[in-house]
C-alpha cells in the first residue's frame, strides 16, 4: 500500500509528510534489532496525529526520522515536498531551524535561563533579535497561559509550567510542523489537558501538521487521528472522531 493511499480523509489538503517504505535498524551482527520495517503513511496539516503502541514498538524511532532527527537505513520521507534524507546534515539542520518545532518529555530547559529567554532562544538563531524577539516571545508565552510567569527560571515552575515553557518556545517561530515525543507522561491529569490541547490548537488555529508520540491513553479523545504502531509496522489509522479505523496492510519485505 502507497503513502498517498495512507493519507488522512478524502477531500483533505496534500499531506506534509509522505513516509516510504522506512526502515531503521540498531546494533550489528548478532545483536541487529529492525525497529522499523518498511513503514509507510502520510500525515497532514492542520490536525493532532498520535503514534501509539507499546513499549520498544519504534514509536520515538519514526518520529525521529520523520523528523529529521535520526538517518533511516531505508526508504523514504519527503516533508513540504523536500526530500529530507536527500539532504546534507547542515541542510537538514536548517530545514529543522526554519520548519520545525519540538517539545519532548524532559522539557529541555536551561536552567539559568527566565521563561522568556527560553522562548527568545530559537527566534535568535532564526535571525530574529531585540525587541521583535522580546516582544513575540511575550506573546508566545501569554498564549500558553504564562504571560505573568515570564520572569521565573525553571526550578520556579511546576512541571506543567516547564511543558507549557516548552510549547512556547517550539511554537515562537510559527512553525509549519510541530513533534511532540511523551509530552505529557511527567504530568498530573489536568495539566497534561492543557498541554495537549495547546497542540491541538497549534493544529486547528495555525494549520500547523502536529505529530505526537505518547503511551497516555488520555491524549486519544483529544486528537484528530491515531496511528497504531506494533512491532515496527503501523497496523491501525483511527480517527476517534469518527470512530472508523482502518487496518492497514503494508507489503512485505523481500
Given at each position: ?26 546494533g ?9 520495517r ?10 493532532l496525529?498520535l503514534?501509539v503502541?507499546?513499549s ?7 518520529l ?21 534524507w536527500?539532504?546534507?546534515?547542515e541542510?537538514i ?5 526554519r520548519?520545525c518545532?519540538f ?36 506573546e ?14 525553571p526550578?520556579?515552575?511546576?512541571g ?11 511554537l ?7 513533534f511532540a515525543d511523551?509530552?505529557t507522561?511527567a504530568?498530573?491529569?489536568e495539566?497534561?489537558r ?16 502536529v505529530l505526537a ?33 482502518t ?8
Amino acid at each position: 500500500m502507497s503513502a498517498a493511499s495512507l493519507a488522512a480523509a478524502p477531500g483533505m489538503v496534500p499531506p506534509s509528510i509522505v513516509a516510504e517504505g522506512v526502515r531503521r535498524s540498531f546494533g550489528e551482527g548478532a545483536s541487529r534489532t529492525e525497529v522499523l520495517r518498511g513503514i509507510s503513511l502520510a500525515i497532514c496539516p492542520g490536525e493532532l496525529t498520535l503514534i501509539v503502541g507499546p513499549s520498544g514498538s519504534g514509536k520515538s524511532t519514526l518520529l525521529s526520522v520523520l523528523s529529521g532527527l535520526l538517518r533511516p537505513d531505508g526508504g523514504g520521507v519527503r516533508v513540504l515536498d523536500t526530500a529530507l534524507w536527500d539532504l546534507g546534515e547542515e541542510k537538514i539542520d536548517a530545514f529543522r531551524l526554519r520548519h520545525c518545532g519540538f517539545v519532548f518529555q524532559g522539557f529541555n530547559l536551561f536552567p539559568a535561563l527566565t521563561a522568556v529567554e527560553q522562548v527568545i532562544l530559537p527566534l535568535q538563531y532564526s535571525g530574529v533579535g531585540g525587541s521583535q524577539a522580546v516582544l513575540r516571545a511575550e506573546e508566545a508565552l501569554d498564549a500558553v497561559g504564562l504571560g505573568p510567569r515570564a520572569h521565573l527560571r525553571p526550578s520556579e515552575l511546576s512541571g506543567g509550567e516547564k511543558q507549557r515553557v516548552a510549547i512556547a518556545r517550539a511554537l515562537v517561530k510559527r512553525p509549519e510542523l510541530i513533534f511532540a515525543d511523551e509530552p505529557t507522561s511527567a504530568l498530573d491529569r489536568e495539566n497534561g489537558r492543557i498541554v495537549i490541547d495547546l497542540l491541538h490548537r497549534a493544529a486547528l488555529q495555525r494549520g500547523a501538521t502536529v505529530l505526537a508520540v505518547t503511551h497516555d491513553p488520555r491524549l486519544v479523545s483529544h486528537s484528530d487521528r491515531v496511528l497504531r504502531i506494533e512491532d515496527g509496522r503501523i497496523t491501525e489509522d483511527d480517527r476517534p472522531a469518527t470512530r472508523k479505523v482502518t487496518t492497514l496492510v503494508e507489503e512485505k519485505r523481500p
